[in-house]
């Protein structure tokens, strides 16, 4: 099989492996503007993927696009010309478009009761959609009220993106805070909403997968 076929036959297990990749690349990318370039265009082939992903479920994939091209927009303008306007509103398209290509991997995954390879890809895929879209959304209340986010290290600067992105997959993951914690009102509400949606995605998502799996093959 070639690898376009196996990539149109499990493209959750192509966005999962792209998003596990960048998660492991991106502290190289920190501190340099060509890393910052480089950044953007690991950030733009996530949202492709993601596109290609939603085309395979029954969501809508003109929603993905809409949401993606400003999405990718203003990304390259960030990178380019940052400007604290910018950064609030590129994280919240980007924040609906990964919350959006979720609810619709989880719609996929929920649509009847055969499990296949690619669904079982799908939740790793939709795990890491959500962890990036409660990231955005950490970037955009740092964005609007300062100092929502510290740290160990240099408590008082405005936590980077790898920073907010680990605090958003321990969150999610609910294996606890870490040394980045929330010390402000809008920061614990946000990161109280991500824990219960971290519980609810293992509880109703996963185990309904794992259950379906071991009873086919029983």
């Not at 994280?91 to 009761?113: P, Q």
């Not at 390879?117 to 939709?126: F, K, Q, R, S, V």
């Not at 879209?133 to 300062?146: E, K, R, T």
């Not at 909403?193 to 029983?218: C, D, K, N, P, W």
């Amino acid at each position: 099989m070639s690898l376009f076929g196996s990539a149109r036959r499990h493209p959750s297990a192509i966005l999962l492996v792209v998003q596990l990749l960048g998660v492991l690349i991106y502290p190289a990318m920190e501190g340099s503007r060509g890393g910052r370039v480089a950044f953007e265009i690991l950030g733009i082939v996530v949202l492709v993927l993601a596109v290609f992903s939603v085309r395979a479920t029954p969501g809508l994939t003109w929603v993905s696009v809409c949401l993606g091209i400003p999405a990718v927009v203003l990304s390259l303008v960030d990178a380019f010309r940052p400007t604290d306007v910018i950064v609030p509103i590129s994280a919240a398209l980007h924040a609906a478009f990964y919350f959006y290509a979720a609810y619709s991997l989880l719609r996929y995954m929920l649509s009847d009761h055969d499990v296949s390879t690619d669904e079982l890809y799908a939740a790793g895929a939709t795990f890491t959609l959500v962890a990036w879209g409660f990231a955005y959304v950490f970037v955009i209340v740092q964005a609007l009220v300062p100092g929502s986010f510290t740290a160990a290290v240099n408590p008082a600067q405005d936590r980077n993106w790898m920073e907010l992105l680990f605090l958003s997959f321990i969150t999610l993951s609910s294996t606890g805070l870490s040394d980045i914690i929330p010390i402000t009102s809008w920061g614990r509400s946000v990161v109280m909403i991500e824990q219960l949606a971290g519980l609810g995605y293992v509880a109703m998502v996963v185990s309904r997968l794992v259950g379906l799996t071991v009873a086919r093959r029983t």
